[in-house]
């Protein structure tokens, strides 16, 4: 069974550029949560969808946005990028509603020069 | 919202000795607690998780504890091997029949087994 997918590994972009990520979920899986790892932070939760709907948000900018497809896949979009917006961006599926266990992709590294 | 505070930043132990890591959070509604590791370069991994209706729980060499009142928990490594080497991740969340929030994180405790 194929893990989480998340696509690009790596990118590069330009302040003020607006960039788009994604992640495919595990087969079966229809929850799909985002996540912001940086070395100063941490951890940070910044979406979650489940069948194509945003069911809880964290505490980041506008700037930050997402969308689940009918097929559970999802993606994220950040406009307008700021230098402090390079991280690790991190996408974790889970198999239900009910079943909170959440499986993490290897994530895309952002870099805004 | 949630806060996980997570301690310590760093532990350094002898390998075949036992290794604990603390974490306590604010939320008195957190009812799920997993501990994730995370190898460098690597997706963090889910190793344990309990509930708030237990106590303990125990896998081989590594166990969770939980306790309610005092809202922390405790990650514990025995018999600590060189592969245990990596960050360790706490997180709480509140799960209810609606589904899931977020995970809170703490910001992790890196672990390294001295041979």
């Known amino acids: 069974k194929a893990g989480v997918t998340q696509t690009p590994r790596y990118l590069i972009k330009t302040r003020g550029q607006q960039v788009t990520l994604s992640c495919s979920p595990i087969?079966?899986?229809?929850?799909v949560s985002w996540y912001q790892q940086t070395p100063g932070q941490g951890l940070q939760f910044l979406f979650e969808?489940?069948?194509?709907?945003?069911?809880n948000k964290g505490n980041f900018p506008g700037r930050f946005s997402g969308r689940q497809f009918s097929n559970s896949r999802s993606e994220m979009n950040v406009s307008t990028l700021e230098l402090g917006d390079s991280a690790l961006y991190l996408c974790?599926?889970?198999?239900?509603?009910?079943?909170?266990?959440?499986?993490f992709g290897q994530g895309t590294r952002l870099t805004v020069v | 919202g949630e806060n996980v505070e997570q301690h310590p930043s760093t532990l350094s132990v002898q390998e075949g000795d036992s290794a604990v890591i603390k974490c306590t959070y604010s939320?008195?509604?957190?009812?799920?607690f997993p501990w994730y590791k995370q190898e460098l370069g690597k997706r963090p991994q889910l190793i344990i998780d309990?509930?708030?209706?237990?106590g303990e729980k125990k896998d081989q060499r590594i166990a969770v504890t939980l306790n309610k009142t005092a809202k922390h928990f405790s990650l514990h490594i025995t018999e600590t091997q060189p592969e245990d080497s990596a960050v360790y991740f706490c997180?709480?969340?509140?799960?209810?029949?609606?589904?899931?929030?977020?995970?809170?994180f703490g910001k992790g405790t890196h672990l390294i087994i001295q041979p």
């Open positions: 974790a599926s889970s198999l239900l509603a009910e079943n909170t266990e959440a499986f």
């Open positions: 087969s079966g899986h229809r929850s």
């Open positions: 969808y489940f069948s194509e709907t945003q069911r």
């Open positions: 939320d008195s509604a957190s009812n799920y």
């Open positions: 309990i509930r708030s209706n237990v």
């Open positions: 997180a709480a969340t509140v799960y209810s029949g609606g589904g899931a929030d977020g995970l809170t």
